[in-house]
Structures are given as C-alpha cells and as structure tokens.
C-alpha cells in the first residue's frame, strides 16, 4: 500500500525552463509535506517543506505546492539549471516524525 | 550545520557475520533518529526509530533480532545487522531530528552492504 506516489519516475527539462515534479497521496491524515534531492550514493538532503495550513510555500528557485482536496502537491524548479539533476523525493508525516516517502521522480536539466 | 555522518560508507562481508553501521550527528543533539533502507530504484524504506537511552521501534516486517539498534547517545546511534545473508544487501541510511528542531530529518550519507 503505497501512500504517496511519485507517478513519473524520470523528467527531462531544457535548462533555464520550469520543472514540476508531482507527488500523490492518500492518507488524509498526513499533515507535513517535504521534498527531498538525492544523488547516487548520498543521503538525501532536505529542500523544502509545507504544512498542510498553507497551500504554497516558497524559497528561492524552489516552491511547493499543496492541494490538499486533490491530495496533490508539486515542487515548481525555476529556472532549472543543470546542478539540479537528481533524485527527488517527497515525503509526508501525519503528526508524527515519521516519514512516507515516495518512489522518487529522477530529474534530468539539459544544458 | 545539520551534519550527519556514517560509518562506514561501504562495507563488504561473508555470508553469516554482522556488520555494525555508525550514524553521528556532527553538530547537533539527536533526540531522536532513525533508520532506512533502500533498494536500487526504489523508496526509502523507514525500517526503526530510535530515541536516546530507550528501545528503538521497528516497522512492521522488519526483524529486531536481526537489525539490532542501539542509540546510546544523542549524538550517536548504531545499526547491527546480525547474521547477514545476501539478501540484506542494501543501501542504508540514517537521518536524525534535532532536539530543538521541527520535523525536518537530515540525513547521513548512507552505507552500501554487500554481502557475499
């Protein structure tokens, strides 16, 4: 049973355009949404997150986005730039520290 | 800041003996941390969590005879895997929640047992 769903495991984008990775979930409960980036080898590293208050939260190059009737939420990359390649997780916890991840979506900026 | 560590980064072993994997968070206490698998291409599988000076709790599935945890201080927590078959070989990795933080969990940079 898997509670939240990456549905697009890779996405290519032209650098210096918009990237939007998508992430699904079905426990109405989850209330914290993170995103993560992970390249091969390496632990993830933390990129931003939203409580479920909020329907946007936003820094810098990265914003996220939370629908939270569709349980849909989006992380918006612009301008993507190559360094951005990578794994990309989201994560999501229902009042609690513990995480769901997803399946993970692998982002590829073209130069 | 927010740094975590883990030892070893790779690890090597027969059929039948135990590996122990470190996790150190660097510059921050740890209330609490926790363990995770993952397979080539998969998700990050939460297998325990683990506070400081008590027993860690493990997920469903998840054998605690076999992946014994251990966190004897907040800066440090220890992943035994007893017994390894080559099934166990996986990409493990162990985050930590700072005492005074959110819920945002960092990261160690993972550890890739291979057994053989």
């Known amino acids: 049973d898997q509670q939240v769903k990456q549905n697009s495991p890779s996405l290519s984008v032209q650098e210096g355009r918009i990237s939007i990775l998508n992430c699904d979930y079905t426990?109405?409960?989850?209330?914290?949404f993170l995103w993560y980036k992970k390249y091969p080898a390496e632990g993830p590293t933390f990129l931003i997150s939203i409580s479920s208050i909020k329907d946007k939260n936003e820094d810098g190059r990265f914003t996220v986005f939370l629908n939270k009737s569709a349980k849909h939420l989006s992380l918006h990359i612009v301008p993507s730039q190559p360094g951005d390649s990578a794994v990309y997780f989201c994560?999501?916890?229902?009042?609690?520290?513990?995480?769901?991840f997803g399946t993970g979506t692998r982002l590829k900026v073209l130069a | 800041g927010a740094v975590v560590s883990q030892h070893p980064s790779r690890v090597i072993c027969k059929s039948g003996t135990s590996v122990k994997i470190e996790c150190r968070s660097l510059d921050f206490q740890a209330t609490t941390m926790f363990w995770y698998r993952q397979f080539p291409k998969q998700s990050l599988m939460l297998m325990a969590t683990?506070?400081?000076?008590?027993?860690?709790?493990?997920e469903q599935g998840v054998e605690k005879d076999k992946f014994l945890i251990n966190h004897a201080s907040l800066t440090l927590s220890t992943l035994t895997v007893t017994s390894a078959h080559p099934e166990d070989s996986s990409f493990y990795i162990c985050?930590?929640?700072?005492?005074?933080?959110?819920?945002?969990?960092?990261f160690g940079p993972g550890t890739r047992l291979t057994v053989t």
């Open positions: 426990n109405s409960m989850f209330d914290y």
């Open positions: 985050s930590a929640r700072a005492i005074a933080g959110g819920y945002e969990q960092y």
């Open positions: 683990s506070n400081e000076g008590s027993k860690a709790t493990y």
């Open positions: 994560a999501a916890s229902a009042g609690t520290y513990k995480y769901i």
